[in-house]
């Protein structure tokens, strides 16, 4: 069974740029989240969609940052305009149920110069 | 406010001697409580988890952890270290949605990193 994939792995812009994100769940899971580590600060919750609804979206930092989930399957996040403090490791997780385990993608590391 | 606590940065352990990797955690109702372990260069893996049940719970390469009620803990716990377990490993909660815990979302600690050495 393929895991979380997250596309790309690293990306490097310039403050004012546009990224998106993508994140592909395990076949199946309803559930999909979004998360963010800034530099030594913790995991931090951005947004949780089930199917193609956002359940919660109360980690959103700012109205640049935009996710979506069109037809229930993969997602998008992007962010635009990118700012310096944008940066850090983006996370993306899914889950069959909201109370199981979530599983964890490798991470796409955004670099803001 | 719901928050996990992590109160080591660093967990140094020779290899063989047992390990304890700390976590205490405050949420209204009862915790869902789950470990995650990051290796370099990798996503953060699934370890084990407490819903309900037995205090003690068995997860992946070994691992288990304890949840304690009345010290609000979850403790991760190994008992003979490998220096292949070296990595961040990071304790998670979600709230009992009946005291108006997030339906979805963890908070996590902030992560502490095992080192073995041989």
């Known amino acids: 069974e393929a895991g979380v994939t997250q596309f790309p792995s690293h990306s490097v812009i310039e403050k004012g740029q546009t990224v998106t994100l993508r994140c592909d769940p395990i076949s199946g899971h309803d559930n999909l989240y979004w998360y963010r580590r800034v530099m030594g600060k913790e995991i931090k919750f951005l947004l949780h969609?089930?199917?193609?609804?956002?359940?919660?979206e109360s980690g959103m930092p700012n109205n640049r940052f935009l996710a979506e989930r069109t037809g229930g399957t993969y997602s998008t996040l992007k962010v635009q305009p990118a700012e310096l403090e944008d940066s850090g490791v983006y996370f993306c997780?899914?889950?069959?149920?909201?109370?199981?385990?979530?599983?964890f993608g490798q991470g796409t590391r955004l670099t803001v110069v | 406010a719901q928050s996990v606590a992590q109160p080591e940065d660093q967990v140094n352990v020779a290899e063989g001697n047992p390990l304890t990797v700390k976590c205490t955690y405050s949420?209204?109702?009862?915790?869902?409580l789950f470990w995650y372990v990051q290796y370099p260069n990798r996503g953060l893996q699934f370890l084990l988890k407490?819903?309900?049940?037995?205090?003690l719970v068995k997860g992946s390469y070994g691992f288990e952890a304890e949840f304690n009620k009345s010290q609000t803990s979850f403790h991760l716990k190994k008992p003979s270290a490998l220096v292949s377990d070296s990595a961040l490993y990071f304790c998670?909660?979600?709230?009992?949605?009946?005291?108006?815990?997030?339906?979805?979302?963890?908070?996590f600690g902030k992560g502490t990193k095992l080192s073995v050495k041989p």
């Open positions: 969609f089930v199917k193609e609804s956002k359940q919660d």
């Open positions: 407490y819903i309900t049940g037995d205090n």
């Open positions: 997780a899914s889950s069959q149920v909201v109370r199981a385990e979530a599983f």
């Open positions: 949420v209204s109702g009862n915790p869902y």
């Open positions: 998670a909660v979600r709230g009992d949605m009946n005291y108006g815990g997030s339906q979805g979302n963890l908070i």
